[in-house]
């Protein structure tokens, strides 16, 4: 026979400590506000570290040096560049509005961050996963969910290749 068993009955323990094992599972009041509490926190805490990293890509943009993307002669007017600025991390689109006139975004989606291509025939850049349209003029939401347009940079033209510049402070409100 083993232990703490009986034949004439129930285990011996069982006795002494009759609690049902439905209520080992049962959840308090304070522990589910302690759940709450934490899980709060723990939103918290990730919103300032993803505005904290927001905040530092920013800074960081401003303190990158300008760099060439392209030539003059790569782009045809309404043609447009895939780049990468101020980093690796950071996908970029140039696009040749006219002959002398070019303007650079990044190509995050202010909604989600998806990519957002240029629709030449349009005029617009598009992002596919939601259905919203920028103006390829200025990065302006047009229509969809995108509320903010896209981050502009600052293009100018000098010996025959185009320069993108870090945005300015005022494009950053």
């Not at 400590?17 to 439905?22: K, L, N, Q, R, Y």
């Not at 920028?134 to 940079?153: H, I, M, N, Q």
């Amino acid at each position: 026979m083993g232990h703490g068993s009986h034949p004439s009955g129930p285990v011996r323990w069982r006795q002494d400590f009759p609690i049902s094992s439905d209520d080992d599972s049962y959840a308090t009041r304070l522990e589910f506000t302690k759940f709450l509490g934490l899980t709060s926190i723990a939103f918290l805490f990730g919103t300032f570290v993803a505005a904290g990293r927001k905040t530092w890509r920013r800074w960081a943009a401003r303190q990158s040096a300008s760099t060439s993307v392209a030539g003059i002669s790569e782009l045809e007017v309404g043609g447009y560049k895939l780049f990468r600025y101020p980093s690796v991390d950071d996908p970029c689109i140039l696009l040749r509005r006219g002959p002398s006139e070019f303007v650079a975004f990044n190509q995050n989606c202010s909604h989600l961050a998806c990519p957002v291509h240029f629709e030449a025939a349009a005029g617009q850049l598009l992002c596919p996963c939601h259905v919203g349209v920028f103006s390829a003029d200025d990065g302006r939401p047009l229509a969809g969910p995108p509320r903010r347009g896209l981050e502009k940079f600052t293009v100018s033209v000098r010996d025959g290749q185009v320069w993108v510049e870090p945005p300015s402070a005022e494009e950053f409100a």
